[in-house]
């Protein structure tokens, strides 16, 4: 029996480039105020899923300058991510939990916080890409000590901003879902585990070895 190298290595090189889902928790079952994991190195074309775990909370896109407002507020150009606000306990009543997937369109360092109360003040923020080798000052670190003496907490509804999708529910810039919740009883698919990944082609390339090991 000859293995096809150059078929196994096209169904590998698809396994490679696959596109990823980071799923990033949104709160936890203690109800603290953090995204877990809070620093990710997403690909252009990859998503981020954020599954809201527990309270009252959202992601809303700032710029590293300006913690706690949204980036829109300082430059009428940009059109920041913006989840709403995902209420929990209505889905916890069915079993699942509210997601909001975004694409990665860019590799430069994107910066979010929650703008719920003061949580971004507390912490409740992370960082895409964060790139200390172009800008040494501009760490998530830096990013939590500037947040936390930020003077206000906005969400893009107190500027009267509507761009990047300043809505409850479809916001533009990403998709709201309900998945199953880890401990509902709703059947389908669970939630991911904390700050793990999944990767959407993962089946595809898997098939594609198989389809290659059939033909030998
Ligand atoms: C709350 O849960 C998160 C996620 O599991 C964990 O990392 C964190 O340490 C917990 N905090 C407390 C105070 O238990
Ligand atoms: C969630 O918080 C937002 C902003 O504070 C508020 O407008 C909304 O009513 C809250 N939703 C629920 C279900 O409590
Ligand atoms: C690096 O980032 C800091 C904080 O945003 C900024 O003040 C500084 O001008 C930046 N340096 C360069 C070289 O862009
Ligand atoms: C994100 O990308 C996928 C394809 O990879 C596309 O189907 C989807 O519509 C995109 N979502 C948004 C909100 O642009
Ligand atoms: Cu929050």
Same mark, same amino acid.
């Given at each position: 029996?000859?293995?096809s ?10 396994l490679?480039a ?10 936890s ?6 995204f ?25 896109q700032?710029?590293?300058d ?14 920041g ?12 009543a /069915? ?10 369109? /860019? ?10 109360g003061?949580?971004c003040? =507390?912490g ?9 080798a ?11 000590e500037l947040?936390?003496? =930020?003077?206000?907490n ?7 901003? !509507? ?7 479809g916001?533009?810039?990403? !998709?709201t ?5 880890? !401990?509902?009883?709703a ?14 082609? =993962?089946?595809?390339?898997?098939l ?9």
């Open positions: 029996m000859q293995f190298t150059s078929v196994i290595a096209t169904a590998l090189l698809g490679v696959a596109q990823k889902v980071h799923v990033v928790s949104v709160s079952a203690n109800k603290s105020l953090a877990y994991p809070d620093n990710l190195k997403p690909a252009v074309g990859d998503m981020i899923q954020f599954q809201f775990l527990a309270g009252n909370h959202s992601v809303v700032s710029n590293f300006n913690p706690c407002t949204p980036i829109q507020q300082h430059d009428s150009t940009q059109k991510m913006f989840s709403g606000y995902m209420n929990v306990a209505a889905s916890a /069915t079993g699942m939990i509210p997601t909001y997937t975004m694409n990665v369109t /860019t590799d430069k360092p994107l910066w979010l916080y929650c703008s719920q003061k949580h003040q =507390a409740m923020v992370m960082v895409l890409n964060e790139n200390t172009a800008n040494a000052s501009r760490s998530l670190a830096a990013f939590k947040s936390a003496k =930020a003077p206000q906005l969400d893009p509804f107190a500027i009267g901003s !509507t761009t990047g999708g300043a809505t409850p529910t916001a533009v810039g990403g !998709t879902s309900t998945i199953p919740s880890p !401990t509902g009883s059947s389908g698919t669970p939630a991911q585990a904390l700050g793990s990944m999944v990767s959407v082609s =993962a089946w595809t390339g898997l594609s070895i198989a389809a290659a090991l059939a033909m030998l």
